[in-house]
């Protein structure tokens, strides 16, 4: 004789039963968490051509006093500049190769350039693809703005995406020795899933270009 399946009485039982989709889970923050951090003082300990470092004394919201040494930067623009005009399925992707002291090796990236104090962000992404790559362009989209490594560098980045352009003459600044070519974006998500990009502002542009793309936002 088969043994009876006892059910729940109703519904509701079964929804208690149920474990709580991931979404439903509630965060909730600390006092501690939620309050900044309060700055006592801050200090110049260099300034550079591009970047300055300050050395500040704050008081953290759980009442330790601590010293945190921040690069200040005026920000960033990135280009991420596409010619839809041969293949619209898989459009062409403007990049650059560079050599970069700090990494120590050859890096691929999107065209990039630091915002001139007082200088709209859009205008420094038209004014950097000019000098870098020579490109103009027509349509212009803010894709993405982030902070590149907000444990010591208060940097924002903002990635521009820019599209219906046409070549001109690049003119770069006397330290920069850039090589320009052109990718399907195909082929350079196959460079990132070979692990052969290595730069973080190229590699979140193109990533969050793609989802968009394949997600109809643009």
Do not use: C
Not at 154 to 163: K, N, S, V
């Amino acid at each position: 004789m088969s043994a009876k399946i006892k059910k729940p009485a109703n519904s509701k039982a079964l929804q208690a039963q149920a474990p709580k989709p991931p979404h439903a889970v509630t965060i909730k923050r600390s006092p501690a968490i939620a309050a900044k951090a309060k700055l006592i003082s801050s200090k110049l300990a260099y300034k550079g051509k591009v970047f300055s470092v300050f050395s500040d004394k704050v008081k953290e919201p759980s009442g330790n006093t601590n010293i945190r040494d921040v690069i200040r930067h005026n920000g960033s623009v990135v280009i991420l500049a596409i010619d839809e005009s041969r293949n619209p399925a898989d459009p062409d992707v403007v990049l650059e190769r560079q050599y970069r002291h700090a990494a120590g090796q050859f890096l691929i990236e999107l065209p990039a350039g630091r915002i001139e104090p007082g200088e709209p962000p859009l205008a420094a992404a038209k004014r950097e693809m000019i000098e870098e790559t020579g490109y103009r362009a027509k349509r212009w989209t803010l894709l993405a703005k982030y902070f590149a490594s907000p444990g010591f560098l208060g940097e924002w980045m903002q990635i521009y995406l820019a599209r219906d352009i046409r070549e001109g003459t690049a003119a770069p600044e006397a330290d920069e020795n850039i090589e320009i070519f052109r990718l399907p974006l195909s082929e350079a998500l196959a460079l990132v899933a070979a692990n052969k990009i290595h730069d973080g502002k190229t590699l979140i542009g193109l990533m969050l270009y793609d989802t968009a793309r394949r997600s109809g936002r643009l």
